[in-house]
Structures are given as C-alpha cells and as structure tokens.
C-alpha cells in the first residue's frame, strides 16, 4: 500500500518565521485524512508546504520511498502527487476537455484514456466537455480541477477547501466525488472548514490550531470529542483556541 509520509514539516511564507511547526501526518492510498481547525490555524500552509509551494524550515514529506520535500512542484507531481487549490484552479477561457487535457501534459499519449477514466469519475463533466469552463458553476469548476489533477495519474491528492462557498446541493456533490476518488484507490488530504462534514466523510483527521497539531486520530473519535465539539463544530470550525482548554493531543 503506497503511503504518503509528512514528517516534522515546520514551513511558512517568511524566511524565518514558520507558519506550522513540527506537523506530521501520514496518508495511504484509498484514504481520506481531513485537515480542520479555526481560521488562520496553517491548514492551507501545510498543504502548501507539501507540495512545495511555500518555504520549508525543517521535516520531511515522503512519497512511498522517495523523498519529494525540497523538490520542484512539476516534479512533485511527476512523482505522483496532485494539488487542487482552492481559487484559480481552472483555466476559464478554455473548454472542459481542454482543462482536462492540460492536466495530462506529462502523459500525452495516455491522455484519451485518462479522458476516459476520470470521466468515468465525473459523469456530469463528460455531459459538459465541450463548454468553457467559465460557463460552469463553482462546484461544477471544482470538481473539473480535481479532474483534471487526477489526469496526472497521481497516488495522492492535496485538496484545499474545495467546498468553500458553494450551495449545499454542491457540496454534496463535491464530497461524493471526493469518496469516489478515494475509492478508486487515490489517497486524498483534504483541507475544509467545514469540519464536521469533513469529520463524516474522512477516515483520519488532524485538528491545527496556530500552527500546531492539537489532535489527530481516527475521525470518529474527534467528531466525537466533547471538546472539538465545543470549539470547532458548533460553529464549523469558526471558534476561537484558547490555550489550556483541554483538546487533548492523541499519541
């Protein structure tokens, strides 16, 4: 089973001083680790700093047996690795099958049967290929750039907010395509702020608050925790840390 490995990852957008310290996580394939905390927390940083998008201090990101940390980003995805940001992740002047086609860059000559493949995943944007991307809606637009991520092939996927802003109906729409990827055996780490439908949909979580990991494990068992309750699920992860409040850190 492939593994996606982060160790220790201090990282941040100053040459000295880190956004998140010593955060670790561990992804395998067919698995969905959800990332919540408040606002400001590092939770798009972190995904950031795997892929190599923001500077590194210290810690490790592991891809099966290479190590990727410290790599360019076209390479990263080379080695198997895909990232969705949340803003800008779609070229709008072009179609759909277009959008997809770019995605597939490093693989041409695979490029028809990847079209066929992740359309196999996305129905509804085979219905829509030949259409700008922006005609599409914001959940329609999200679910193309996951699309077109997964025309690369990867092992696992970065997702940063995906559901940040769209209609209920859409949101549903982007979770079930989330559990299809990772059914089709891709590893997913995925960002959200809305925790506790993250909670519902992952198999892992991590809770980040300033930068830190204050709790992870299976979850269940942090949507069933009085205190992330209290703090990040009542208001859907808008509640504030305060120090000393009792979230415990699962070993």
Known sequence: MAQLKVRNLTAGYHRTIPTIRDVSATVSSGEVVAVIGPNGAGKSTFIKAIFGLCTRHGGEVWLDDALISGIAPSKVV?????????????????????????????????????????????????????????????????????????????????????????????????????????KSGVGVLIVEQNARRALQAADFGLVLVEGSIAMSGPASDILGSPQVVELYLGGEGAGAYAPGSGVPVAE
């Open 78 to 182: 080379a080695k198997g690795l895909g990232y969705v940001p949340q803003v800008s992740n779609v070229f709008p002047s072009l179609t759909v099958e277009e959008n997809l086609e770019m995605g597939a860059y490093l693989w041409r000559r695979e490029m028809r049967e990847r079209l066929h493949e992740v359309t196999e995943i996305f129905p509804d944007l085979r219905l829509a290929l030949k259409r700008k991307a922006e005609e599409l809606s914001g959940g329609q637009r999200n679910m193309l750039a996951l699309a077109r991520a997964l025309m690369t092939s990867p092992e696992f996927v970065l997702l940063d907010e995906p559901t940040a802003g769209l209609s209920p109906i859409y949101v549903d729409k982007v979770w079930e395509q989330v559990t299809r990827v990772a």
